[in-house]
Nanobody, 122 residues
Framework: QVQLVESGGGLVQAGGSLRLSCAAS????????MAWLRQAPGKEREFVAA????????LYADFVKGRFTISRDNAKNTVSLQMNSLKPEDTAVYYC???????????????WGQGTQVTVSS
């Protein structure tokens, strides 16, 4: 498994932007598909975005299309999530995850970070 550490969360006003980063340990980062998922209070964890091993393909949940962008740098073992036009309903703990399968299914990701809080005020 790979160890993951997220950063970049915080408090932002509606309409603002944040950039989340996830640093991965190990020398096999490029063999993993990467994803961001989120969990709001009282709700189940939900898929946000995923990127394949090479970074050439990405998936997005409908509710973030056109607003969020996932990217990765295999040389630096990092994956990022650029979040623009944030809404109060984007408030959640955001998790970085790694898995062997490139998918929107949370169950295919078997390494998780500790999460970073994103709060969007109205």
């Amino acid at each position: 498994q790979v160890q993951l550490v997220e950063s970049g969360g915080g408090l932002v006003q509606a309409g603002g932007s944040l950039r989340l980063s996830c640093a991965a340990s190990g020398r096999t980062f490029s063999s993993y598909a990467m994803a961001w998922l989120r969990q709001a209070p009282g709700k189940e964890r939900e898929f946000v975005a995923a990127i394949n091993r090479s970074g050439g393909s990405s998936l997005y949940a409908d509710f973030v299309k056109g607003r969020f962008t996932i990217s990765r740098d295999n040389a630096k073992n990092t994956v990022s999530l650029q979040m623009n036009s944030l809404k109060p309903e984007d408030t959640a703990v955001y998790y970085c995850a790694a898995g062997r399968g490139y998918s929107s299914a949370a169950g295919l990701y078997d390494s998780w970070g500790q999460g970073t809080q994103v709060t969007v005020s109205s």
